[in-house]
């Protein structure tokens, strides 16, 4: 039996700036240098790994890793001026703190900032939602796959569509969506994070594997041929933007920063756990990146566990699937439950004595538990769920869509707004030395993210028209 209540449960994203002391009052802060390590690695980790061997493919032996360094070193500078950001007026010691990417962007930059950046954010979040629906799909699909070829031979016809394992996760995740915010959902996000770095290691260990097998190092210094200068270098940007894919977490970072605990102040923390888990997280996709290459050289598939350079053991290929699976139910959520809260947010505000916006119905299964439905809450987040379905299902190219993310998000969030943020932060004079350094740096991250974003388009377009 529904029952009506009038109880407000929707999520709130705040963004509104805090000083110490009122801060104090709404969160314990406990975190150490550990937990932050392991905040981003779990942030970075992803489905992207598993497209690093096809990236290094389209680079070769001499850009590839290279490039992935570069990645890393670009990551690590704006991280670094990013957790500078955290406190104000002083970076260490300043009495006020920025909670939230979005805060931050607010607090030194203004509100027309903090308005395109929000619309960044959040494409960038539901774009992210989309690739995590085409790669479940494939995940699905690539497990009665290898269980066909297992049964029936390595040539044997063994096709499956795409779309109806992506309508499958579509209604998982319509259900899955109904979890009010992220603080009913830590359990979820462990069993994605155990997930992610399993499948990512199977994988590591399927590609090193492979390689003692063969008894040599396969690829060439330029990476895979192609049919024209153009195609080649179509397929170079869009390597480069699935590598942008795969690393940064500067939108998450102040959010981490914000659960340490102090002394030692918390930029002082943050900048050691970003060095400490970059440093790991690069050596891991170099390994991954590397042995992937290494192991099937021009024919290197453009997801490691879905492409079928591995046949067997297919009982493991099946596991590493499941574990993607499971780390991407969970990660859909990771990334759509911001974009719940700040949708729902507004219109809870914008019409407060809306009962079909603010209202709550009670909803009792017998020998089960009592639900808090909310009418707009079940319509908006289902058709969100609908939309990136219908999109996933029109463009299902996983390479390629990771790339058009990586690549249209990798400037802004990761490089332009950080820095422009530090600019007011430490009261950087324009034309002065540091001033030129770090626009110059903005600057040819940029052009680095424009080709990518070129290349991975093309890509996307020509595989849809093909």
């Known amino acids: 039996m529904a029952k009506y209540t009038d109880d407000h449960h929707s999520p709130l994203l705040k963004c509104s700036h805090s000083s110490d002391e009122e801060s104090a009052d709404l969160t314990h802060r406990t975190g150490t240098i550990w937990t932050a390590i392991a905040h981003i690695i779990t942030g970075v980790m992803g489905a992207g790994v598993l497209s690093l061997g096809w990236s290094l493919a389209q680079l070769g032996w001499l850009s590839g890793p290279p490039a992935i360094v570069v990645f890393a070193v670009v990551t690590g500078v704006s991280t670094s001026i990013l957790s500078d950001c955290y406190r104000s007026p002083h970076s260490e010691y300043g009495p006020d703190r920025n909670a939230s990417f979005l805060q931050a962007v607010s607090y030194y930059l203004g509100e027309k900032n903090q308005m395109i950046c929000a619309v960044l954010l959040n494409e960038s979040l539901y774009g992210n939602t989309i690739a995590y629906t085409i790669a479940t799909a494939t995940s699905m699909r690539a497990i009665l796959k290898s269980n066909c070829y297992h049964e029936q031979g390595h040539g044997a016809n063994c096709k499956y569509p795409d779309s109806i394992y992506m309508l499958l996760f579509g209604l998982v995740q319509i259900f899955m969506s109904q979890i009010p915010n992220f603080h009913n959902m830590a ?245 002065s030395p540091k001033w030129v350094t770090l626009k110059t740096f903005s600057f040819g991250c940029f052009l680095v993210s424009a080709v990518g974003f070129i290349g991975s388009l093309e890509g996307l377009v020509s595989a849809k028209l093909s």
């Open 187 to 431: 359990w979820l996000s462990a069993v994605a994070a155990i997930m992610s770095f399993a499948y990512s290691f199977i994988g590591l260990g399927l590609g090193f594997a492979k390689v003692i097998v063969n008894g040599e190092i396969m690829g060439s210094i330029g990476g895979v041929p192609a049919a024209s200068a153009t195609e080649k270098v179509w397929l170079v940007f869009q390597g480069l933007g699935d590598i942008a894919f795969a690393y940064p977490y500067s939108i998450i970072l102040l959010e981490i920063q914000d659960t340490l605990k102090s002394p030692p102040s918390e930029t002082k923390t943050m900048k050691k756990a970003s060095r400490s888990a970059i440093i790991i997280t690069t050596l891991f996709y170099l390994c991954c990146g590397s042995f992937g290459y290494a192991a099937f050289g021009n024919n290197t598939p453009g997801n490691l566990l879905t492409g079928f350079g591995f046949y067997e053991p297919f009982w493991l290929v099946d596991l590493a699937n499941a574990c993607v699976i499971l780390h991407l139910v969970g990660g859909y959520q990771v990334f759509s439950q911001p974009v719940f809260a700040l949708v729902e947010t507004w219109f809870s505000e914008r019409y407060p004595d809306n009962h079909f916006v603010n209202g709550f119905y009670q909803l009792k299964i017998p020998s089960l538990t009592t639900f808090q439905l909310n009418p707009f809450r079940l319509c908006f987040r289902t058709l969100y769920v609908v939309s990136t379905t219908v999109i996933a299902m029109l463009f299902p190219y996983f390479n390629e869509v990771l790339g058009v993310l990586g690549a249209l998000n990798f400037w802004p969030l990761v490089v332009y707004f950080p820095v422009e943020m530090y600019f007011v932060q430490r009261k950087i004079s324009p034309w």
